[in-house]
């Protein structure tokens, strides 16, 4: 089996990226997903959370302040490293499990730390989306509901794009044009097809 990483900074258009792989026939496990199931109530990566950052991350029904917490690890680099030093773990778990009871000849992790994570070491091939950072910013926005001046300190605390050119086998550009990306990640799963 064939692992295809997906990844980029915030507002490049994983989802996008992935919802197309996902319509040539390929399955996309989204690392994004398994954040969410990890920190449920009763997880131990909840548990480890709270334990770390303090009570204070924690809502009153016992869920991840996510709001809080994104704020705290966006502005505060150590925090960021603590959150994924917790997390990362948990994550790739939960990858593992769902690629082992699956039985097709590829499949996508769509992540947006997959390389700094350790986990696109173990991913054949990785898929990196770009984009203008003007068009990020919009999308961030409308996507999070924060503000422009927020959108751009977390686009600042994460990767430049010479970073995933240099990490990636594979890189495309989602600015604006949704057909010529179609296009472009045809290519490369017709690519990748090509060596299985």
């Given amino acids: ?94 990858i593992e499990e769902y690629i082992n009871n699956y039985s097709g000849d590829i499949i996508g992790i769509d992540g947006a730390v997959l390389i700094e994570s350790g986990i696109g070491v173990r991913c054949d091939y990785i898929l990196s989306v770009l984009a203008k950072k003007e068009e990020r910013i919009k999308r961030i926005t409308a996507r999070d509901g924060i503000s422009c001046e927020e959108a751009k300190k977390r686009i600042e605390s994460q990767n430049n794009d010479e970073f995933y050119i240099e990490n990636s086998d594979y890189v495309v550009y989602n600015n604006s044009d949704r057909g010529k990306l179609v296009n472009q990640i045809k290519k490369i799963i017709d690519d990748i097809r090509s060596m299985i």
């Fill in 1 to 94: 089996m064939i692992r295809l990483g997906i990844t980029g900074g915030s507002g490049c258009g994983k989802t996008t990226v992935s919802d197309i792989i996902r319509n040539n026939g390929i399955d996309v496990i989204d690392a994004d997903i398994a954040a969410r199931l990890i920190v449920e109530p009763g997880k131990p990566a909840l548990n480890e959370i709270k334990k770390y950052f303090g009570q204070e991350y924690i809502t009153e029904n016992g869920m991840l302040d996510r709001k809080k917490m994104g704020a705290l690890v966006f502005s505060v680099p150590e925090k960021r490293l603590l959150l994924n030093k917790i997390t990362h773990k948990y994550i790739s778990e939960y």
